[in-house]
């Protein structure tokens, strides 16, 4: 060990032992994991006392994440590769107990789900992503590369903990990138197991330590530490606008995946028992926690009846009037003095993500068990419209014809620029919604998640960068371009 690291370890130690003097609990060692069977990866506790990866402090934890950068600029290519294959092996390997251990922490969301999105971080691109440019003329040739930034400062969001560090270090350190997490306080156990376990496994097969590091116990304070640490190079947030705010205002440059309120338009040509499975799978994954979820529908009035039909048909349960108004007066939370006219009114956390038989009991409706998403007819202006719920409750607009539907899909996005969808088999109308809501990603005749490769082509991710333009990350989007320009010689014409 060099002499920087011998300190961090002494100064992370003499940082506990004060803890403990100061009456906290002093931290818990994570059990040793192990990989299943077919995986190559076997976890045991090797630091003995030191669990790997994770840090009370955020200088510490960013002086440690510089190291291993240092480190794995010297072990090169086939150290990233190997560290993303441990990642996804992993991910895979302990899907059912980590998605187990997630839901118990968070409270929000669904067990099968939660292990499919740990067992879909295996189709997380990695190195292979990353491409130089060529060039060679008379003047002779000039490569341009894609190279690291160094350390990058990330947020993570509640709903998806475990996924989204996972998703994170795979993207980044395909860059050559090493990372310190401030998780979400209310999921923050989880993805401190989870780092364990991950860099406990790297250091024993590529010798580099805190490849990446997770604040064990986050606050604003160790996120405000975070960004403004000197080795921090760069920002990558996931999270609503809070968060986005937040970093956009270090002065950092900051990538930043923020909130969505995914509109689905519905016109008369569509395939109306397709859309409303799409709708169903899409809204009722996770119980519509991901940021790519259906939120609203809008759909025109000649097949307006007909779709909500075959939203029944397929499973969905609808709510009456009545219902609704119980739903909306116990999903969203009003100031004191403040009705249903609120600007800002708050989301119910307590109804965030969970089952759509819960929300049902809210709404004092009888459904039959099994029913994975729940829907009401509802006026455009309605709260549940407006307002990125997260439930999988759907409320469904009835609209004279597109152009409405199309106009009230924008308004309802608020220019998010997130996702949208659209399910038609007329061109024209597909491209007045792709040009009017100007959204990153845009999804005709498929559910949401065919947007993130899920029945649809493309790679997935769980930072989807909206604000800042950079769109669905992947390794090229946590990379410096740099030019090598060599004068004249090495062409071979
Ligand atoms: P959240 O905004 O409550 O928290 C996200 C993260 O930001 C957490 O780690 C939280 O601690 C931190 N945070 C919040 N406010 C902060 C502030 N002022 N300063 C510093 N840190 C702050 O969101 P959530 O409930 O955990 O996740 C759901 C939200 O995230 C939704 O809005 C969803 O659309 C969005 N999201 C977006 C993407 C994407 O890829 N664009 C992915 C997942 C979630």
Redesign the pocket.
Known sequence: MNEALIRSVVDEVLGRLGQSQAGLAPQKIAPPVTVGAHSSVTVKSSSGARPLGVFQDAGQACEAAAMAFKQLQQKGVAARRRIIEIIKEMCFANAKEWGRVELEETRIGRLDHKIGKLTGIRSVPGVEFIHPNGWSGDHGIMLEEYTPFGVIGA??????SIP?VACNVVSMVAGGNTVVF??????ARCAAMATRAFNEAIAREVGIENVFCLIEA?T?ES??AMCSHPEVRLLC???????????MQTGKRAI??????PPVVVDETADLDRAARCVIMGAAFDNN????GEKEVFVVEKVADAFMKALEKNGAARLNDSQLERLSKAAFVFKEGQGAGCPHPVVN?DL?GRDAAVLAQAAGANVPSGVEMLFAETEAKHIFVDE?Q?MPFVPVVRVKNVEEAIQEAKRAEHS?R?TSIIHSHDVENMTAMARALDT?IFVKNGSCLAGLGNGGEGYP??????PTGEG??NPKTFTRVRRCVMVDNLRIY
């Open positions: 947020v993570t969001p509640s709903t998806h989204t401030n998780p979400h306080p209310n999921a986050p604003l996120f405000k947030v996931t999270g609503g606008p809070g968060v986005v705010k937040a970093a930043c995946a923020g909130p969505g309120n926690l991901l940021c790519i956390r965030v990125e997260m998010y997130h990153t991710s769980f930072s989807i960068a909206t669905i990350t």
